[in-house]
């Protein structure tokens, strides 16, 4: 069972002594295993610790937060061993098939959002009488999807197909802000 340490009387010193996180205080001295130790918390200018307890914390990947006399955080000990992991993890997952899957949703997704947009601006705009409007001059965003699904089938990782799928991406902007903009000037104006 993981637990924290907690220093938060006047005169409390944290230090390690093997595997163990010791606490002492006037009253009592605790010790707790590092291995059993979920995070240190040191609460207030008047307790101390030993530098071997940042470093021995460090290593184990165990946090120490410091508070403030009133119990506010202002500060964690952490070590970047956690960063490391999570950019392993990216790039694990960028090397899998995986993320092909997951970047095309992504990447469709946006496009659709771009046409809702569009559709919506020319709508609450009441740029034209109907209420549909079918299709965008210059905006085709279904053959955008449609291209983007070819990549989807294929079972390679997302570096290999990257600069294809963003081209892609960039051309679906690209339509789209320019059919944002002949909407634009047929706007009336107002002032």
């Known amino acids: 069972m993981h637990r924290p340490v907690v220093a938060e009387n006047y005169g ?22 590092l291995k059993e130790l979920s995070h240190v ?45 999570i950019k392993e993890r990216q790039i694990n997952f960028s090397n899998s098939y995986r993320s092909v899957g997951f970047v095309i949703k992504l990447i ?38 449609q291209s983007l699904d070819v990549y989807t089938k294929r079972k390679v990782p997302v570096r290999e197909i990257s600069r294809d799928v963003f081209l892609l991406e960039a051309r679906s902007s690209r339509a789209y802000w320019k059919a944002f903009s002949k909407e634009r000037t047929k706007l009336p104006l107002c002032f």
């Open 12 to 33: 409390d010193f944290i230090s390690v002594s093997k595997e163990n996180v010791i606490l002492k205080n006037k009253d009592k001295i605790e010790s707790t295993p």
């Open 41 to 85: 918390i040191i609460k207030g200018s008047y307790v101390s610790f030993s530098s071997a307890v940042i470093l021995r914390c460090l290593k184990k990947s165990i946090p120490i937060i410091l508070l403030d006399n009133l119990g506010k955080p202002y500060s964690v000990i952490s070590g970047l061993k956690r960063t490391n992991d």
């Open 108 to 145: 469709k997704e946006k496009i659709r959002r771009q046409h809702q947009v569009l559709h919506y601006h020319i709508h609450s705009l009441r740029l034209d009488g109907n209420n549909e409007i079918k299709e965008i001059e210059g905006y085709d965003f279904r053959h955008f999807i």
